[in-house]
């Protein structure tokens, strides 16, 4: 297994479970992967806030969130691409 995702799968639009396997980290996969997600959950979700839920711990995958301005929000971190609503 290389990676494995879901989102979009309620009435929110919601990134989970994004998961680079450690071997293959650092080869733009995550970046293609959250890309990817988020154009899907833009069209299927219109005007709606997009969130991702992670764990501090994960350092690698904080500092790529942050890149594309998602910002945490609660203790497990849910960080939202929009900052007009929080949850």
């Excluded at 309620?10 to 989970?16: L, S």
């Excluded at 959250?34 to 899907?40: D, G, H, Q, S, T």
């Excluded at 995958?61 to 609660?74: G, I, S, W």
């Amino acid at each position: 297994l290389v990676g494995a995702g879901w989102c979009g799968s309620g009435d929110d639009p919601d990134i989970g479970e994004l998961v680079i396997s450690q071997e293959y980290q650092g080869k733009g996969l995550g970046t293609y992967l959250l890309n990817e997600a988020i154009r899907f959950l833009a069209k299927r979700y219109p005007g709606k806030d997009i969130y991702l839920g992670t764990c501090r711990e994960w350092k690698k995958a904080l500092n790529l969130y942050e890149k594309y301005d998602f910002v945490p929000e609660r203790f497990w971190t849910w960080l939202s691409l929009n900052k007009r609503r929080s949850r």
